[in-house]
């Protein structure tokens, strides 16, 4: 009976080790206007998330001022102290149709202040983000599946954040 127990216990912890993980912690929206504000590039330096699976066209239309249509959009928000920035985003595990995801970041949710924007879609491997960002003014970090793709991605600072604009 002892056994049973330990066994019952060792795949409770299993399963709530596996719900955490598929957590992102900050959280995306599923809106520019919804997005809670993170107060630093350090907090999504070392980040790991996947854009969310539910259809969503809440990304400016087009997606970029060079084109690409929102389907799946994830949002960030946050607050840097400006300068030149970079973001790395090692993308993997692309399901759903293996179209990959395109990345960009807005100074607005009114989409007139594209900052970076690709609307191509990236596959696996590191794409990066570079932009100079004015201090204390809150950007805007969207994630959409092309054709409403689902892929795994982590986020790395090289450049920039909070300690060195």
Do not use: H
Not at 19 to 29: N, W
Not at 31 to 52: A, F, H, M, Q, W
Request: proline share 4%; glycine share 10%.
């Amino acid at each position: 009976m002892i056994r049973i127990n330990i066994l019952f216990i060792f795949f409770l912890n299993l399963c709530s080790f596996n719900l955490i993980q598929a957590q992102c912690a900050p959280a995306s929206s599923e809106s520019c206007e919804l997005s809670n504000v993170i107060c630093s590039l350090d907090e999504l330096n070392g980040y790991s998330c996947k854009n969310t699976e539910k259809s969503n066209s809440t990304g400016c239309k087009p997606l970029c001022p060079s084109g690409g249509v929102p389907n799946n959009t994830s949002w960030w928000a946050f607050v840097t102290q400006g300068g030149n920035v970079c973001l790395n985003f090692k993308i993997s595990n692309c399901s759903i149709n293996g179209d990959g995801i395109q990345i960009g970041l807005y100074g607005d949710c009114n989409c007139n202040e594209s900052i970076i924007c690709n609307s191509t879609c990236n596959f696996v491997g590191i794409n990066q983000l570079c932009g100079i960002l004015s201090p204390c003014k809150t950007y805007y970090l969207y994630v959409d599946g092309c054709s409403g793709d689902v892929c795994d991605f982590e986020i790395s600072i090289p450049i920039g954040g909070s300690g060195s604009p």
